[in-house]
């Protein structure tokens, strides 16, 4: 699917134990597959299904996303950071598509 373009917020560092929060947006038009055409035809369903985060391989945050979330999908919520490390976040859409954003964090 083009222009699906993730974003993410991370703070650059962070104290050892310290509870971050993280912001995440995914451009994505989320099609629940209910919607019709001009011509009267089911619009077929897109959507980013899978949404997860790990931490240097652990994983921190995961859902499911179903068809009634609007466009766009925006999540935040809270870690906390034990050491330096990278956070590699995934969307996967209905199509088999996978989207992948990583960001550094230095615990001081």
């Not at 035809?41 to 609007?70: K, W, Y």
């Amino acid at each position: 699917m083009a222009n699906v373009k993730p974003r993410v917020k991370v703070p650059k560092s962070a104290d050892a134990g310290e509870i971050i929060t993280i912001k995440t947006l995914i451009s994505h038009p989320m099609e629940s597959g209910q919607r019709k055409d001009k011509e009267g035809n089911l619009i077929p369903r897109q959507i980013i299904n899978r949404f997860s985060c790990e931490f240097n391989g652990t994983p921190v945050f995961a859902c499911d996303i179903e068809p009634a979330v609007s466009s766009n999908p925006y999540f935040e919520f809270k870690a906390r950071v034990p050491e330096s490390g990278e956070f590699k976040f995934i969307w996967v859409d209905d199509d088999g598509s996978v989207y992948e954003e990583t960001k550094k964090i230095e615990v001081k």
